[in-house]
């Protein structure tokens, strides 16, 4: 098998069979989720916080009054990490058109060298986030294999990214493929892994935010 | 009577040749400081390059065309017709050759056998086309089959270039089902170099300058893993395009035929090939420099690629799914559904069993446990 022919592989039957597990995974962990459902809570609300849930999804997205300052590694690596895995899945012109192709919707792309950059953000906050889990003693205790797989799964397609688009190591075809293998990787783990978060983080959020404002929290 | 060819297999010198066709000294050096620059070599390799092929003797070259389209010869006969191209047939004794050869019949194979015999060992063969392995009468020559023909003349060869994609790598006739077992030259030929000079067709100036190079050399030029001669095939279409800095721009032509198209705009979202096809095309251009297939607005089609014209479809950009369709996500999405309310179904009941199980305990039943 040449190069060529494994990239049609994993443009052809590979990406079909990442693709099945990965929408059948996500409409079965959601069903799975909703369908657990908990019980009613029957007690008086402690206060009456209307909408606390939907303001939670928001307010979640910004650092509390002083845990910048007490976690700034957390925040901003967490941040230009996350922003520039967005840039990249969804503004660099390729990915554009694959999603295009499933969907018939388009948009407009970013310029090769931004996405270029937003790339090499994501890459630097990842090393930065895992040195930080390895290195403070709370983190570390709490992670465990699923977070490193996360870790794992998740810098596989920015790294063979960026070294197909640089041309680095391996002849480009080749590199190419492996890209879009590890992204199948991370598309057929995504639904059982911690890295479902994608999907269900607002959901979380919801939950969260009304539980808590039903006590009296917080919101 | 005895075919031209024939008579052609050691007539002295290439200088001598040239001087008598009336080639200038001047014009030669221009030529091969052209090829030195082709080859990548540096260029006081142009002088050294023009005394040995002036000193060298004509080189016997014996030309088998199996199932193909004759669109190889085309290419290389015509396409630059008359320039550096045909000079570089003067340079050559093409002993053996049936589309171009004068001799048919009997008087045709008689050339080929007399060129093996004349050459032993020293004669290039050059191969067009792929051998078919399903059954042996599907291509024949004079009777031959091509995997005789191919293995007979193998023998005595020096060296074997397979000129297009078919003698490379099987081509379109090896495309899914490949209905005659059509494999390439490398698949058959063990013993011998092999130079691949893959492209449906191949750019003659690389056919030329791989001959140039073993006028010169009397070896084959550096080959990459697919047998390809680096100088040529080192690099992408995509990197040397001209087009590509509309890509990096994220500057794109949606139709064969819009403002973005006309303003040569990049063609990945038409298909374009160019990033995963390493030919020389975009550097050394078709029909005398004029321009390439993306230069006059279709996208390349990646054909001196092993294997190409299974490869996705041509008109789909490079990394859209080959086959993947929102019908097929939605019925996933469906399975996903149905499979999610077995499980919740599953985990209700499992719940439901558990609040049935669960026996009420009163304050009396408690003891108090001593300490």
Redesign the interface.
């Known amino acids: 098998m040449?190069?060529?022919?494994l990239?049609?592989f994993a443009?052809?039957?590979a990406?079909?069979w990442a693709?099945?597990?990965?929408?059948?995974?996500?409409?079965?962990?959601?069903?799975?989720i909703f369908?657990?459902s908990r019980k009613t809570d029957l007690a008086r609300p402690r206060t009456d916080s209307p909408g606390s849930g939907w303001r939670t999804m928001f307010t979640r997205s910004i650092p509390p009054q002083g845990m910048l300052k007490r976690e700034p590694v957390t925040y901003i690596a967490g941040y230009v990490f996350h922003l520039g895995l967005f840039l990249a899945i969804f503004f660099f012109?390729?990915?554009i058109?694959?999603f295009?192709?499933?969907?018939?919707l388009t948009w407009?792309?970013?310029?090769?060298?931004l996405v270029d950059a937003s790339v090499v953000a994501a890459i630097v906050a990842l090393a930065v986030l895992l040195a930080h889990r390895l290195n403070n003693p709370v983190k570390r205790m709490l992670s465990g294999f699923g977070d490193y797989l996360a870790w794992t799964v998740t810098l596989l397609p920015l790294l063979t990214g960026y070294m197909a688009y640089h041309?680095l190591m391996l002849e480009?075809?080749l590199m190419?493929s492996l890209h879009i293998f590890s992204v199948e990787l991370l598309l057929v783990l995504l639904p059982f892994t911690k890295l479902f978060h994608t999907f269900s983080v607002f959901v979380s959020r919801w939950y969260n935010g009304d539980f808590f404002g039903r006590k009296g929290v917080a919101s | 009577m005895k075919p031209k060819q024939t008579m052609d297999t050691s007539p002295g010198t290439v200088g001598e040749g040239l001087r008598q066709r009336g080639v200038t000294r001047r014009e030669f050096l221009k030529f091969c400081t052209a090829m030195t620059g082709m080859l990548a070599l540096p260029p006081s390799m142009a002088k050294v390059m023009a005394e040995a092929i002036s000193k060298a003797r004509r080189q016997s070259v014996i030309w088998l065309s199996f199932q193909e389209c004759t669109g190889c010869t085309e290419s290389i006969t015509r396409s630059h017709s008359p320039t550096l191209e045909t000079l570089i047939f003067d340079l050559i004794s093409l002993d053996y050759h049936h589309t171009l050869q004068a001799a048919s019949g009997a008087a045709a194979e008689h050339a080929r056998e007399q060129a093996m015999k004349d050459n032993d060992g020293k004669y290039l063969l050059i191969v067009d086309g792929s051998i078919p392995m399903g059954n042996p009468g599907y291509s024949t020559i004079a009777g031959i089959s091509n995997y005789d023909m191919l293995v007979e003349t193998a023998k005595g060869a020096a060296a074997i270039v397979a000129v297009g994609t078919c003698a490379t790598y099987g081509g379109i006739p090896k495309a899914n089902p490949n209905p005659t077992g059509a494999v390439s030259v490398a698949d058959i030929i063990k013993d011998k170099p092999i130079i691949n000079v893959p492209g449906c067709p191949p750019i003659p100036v690389v056919m030329t300058g791989v001959l140039t190079h073993f006028l010169t050399f009397g070896n084959i030029p550096e080959l990459d893993a697919l047998g390809r001669p680096k100088a040529f095939y080192g690099e992408t279409i995509h990197d040397r395009c001209y087009r590509r800095p509309f890509y990096d721009q994220g500057k794109f032509a949606e139709t064969f035929d819009d403002e973005a198209a006309r303003k040569g705009w990049c063609l990945f979202k038409l298909g374009c090939k160019g990033p995963v096809t390493y030919n020389a095309c975009a550097t050394t251009k078709w029909n005398e420099g004029t321009s390439f297939p993306i230069e006059s607005g279709h996208g390349c089609i990646g054909c001196s690629e092993p294997n190409f014209w299974d490869a996705g479809p041509l008109y789909k950009a490079l990394s859209m799914p080959v086959s993947a369709t929102g019908s097929m996500l939605g019925a996933a999405a469906a399975a996903g559904a149905a499979a999610g309310v077995a499980v919740t179904w599953y985990n209700r009941s499992t719940k439901a069993q558990a609040k049935a199980a669960h026996a009420k305990v009163t304050v009396q039943e408690l003891t108090r446990e001593e300490k």
């Open positions: 040449n190069h060529l022919d990239l049609t443009r052809g039957s990406l079909n693709l099945i597990i990965f929408v059948a995974g996500v409409v079965l962990r959601f069903f799975e369908g657990l012109a390729p990915h058109e694959f295009r192709s499933i969907t018939g407009p792309a970013l310029p090769s060298a041309h480009y075809t190419l």
